[in-house]
């Protein structure tokens, strides 16, 4: 199992974290799994102030797709709002389409690329699906489980890095597509990690029951 997302409470405050916990992290085994063709993830919550959690230099998995073993990052989390694009009720998005495109034209952000979902790794709002939503249920209450973090193999593509790249990363001149390809890919895929085509994976998890189950989706 390779460490892929460590998040402390501290950090992000909105995480509800189970009692007693105050760190989470997901590992994943770093190989194509059934479910998706995509490594499969292991969520656990931690108490930090634990004495007997020590940190260790993980080992690197022999022989597993190397797109599969994150490099290390460091997180500078940054809170944007979100609104439904894909699970965006029907009925609504009939009675919205005609504003989108009008917005659209008046302005050239487009509700899907720009404005609803982000791309990139990310805690809560909605899965940037790439495929119809396919929302799992908890096996022990069959609630319907909430988006508990992504992992995405990049931060914006063509279209989307116009609202969601970052500002700390926009460059001072130019666009970030004129970088050198190396900076980009610093920026882009910082961790350099390569799920299905450029895709991410979703967890999620239930909140209702003390044992925290979980689930995951694979990206194509
Ligand atoms: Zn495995
Ligand atoms: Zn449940």
Redesign the pocket.
């Given at each position: 199992m390779v460490p892929v997302v460590q998040l402390l409470a501290a950090d992000v405050p909105e995480l509800p974290f189970p009692d007693g916990a105050d760190v989470l992290q997901v590992l994943w085994?770093p190989?194509d799994?059934e479910e998706g063709y995509a490594p499969?993830p292991q969520v656990y919550w931690w108490d930090g102030s634990r004495a007997d959690l020590e940190p260790t230099d993980p080992p690197r998995s022999d022989g597993a797709h190397h797109q599969y073993l994150p490099d290390p990052c460091v997180l500078h989390p940054e809170r944007v709002a979100e609104y439904p694009s894909w699970d965006l009720p029907e009925h609504l998005h009939d009675a919205l389409e005609e504003r989108f495109e009008q917005v659209e034209e008046e302005t050239g952000w487009s509700y899907e690329y720009h404005l609803s979902v982000a791309d990139g790794t990310k805690v809560g709002g909605y899965p940037a699906w790439s495929q119809d939503p396919d929302w799992p249920h908890c096996p022990r209450c069959e609630r319907r489980m909430d988006h508990l973090l992504s992992v995405d193999s990049a931060e914006f593509d063509g279209e989307s890095w116009r609202t969601w790249l970052a500002v700390e990363d926009t460059p001072a001149v130019g666009t970030v597509w004129e970088l050198p390809y190396e900076e980009r890919k610093s920026i882009q895929r910082a961790a350099d990690l390569l799920l299905g085509d450029l895709a991410g994976l979703h967890l999620f998890t239930c909140t209702h029951c003390p044992d925290r189950p979980y689930a995951h989706r694979a990206g194509a």
């Open positions: 085994c190989f799994h499969r």
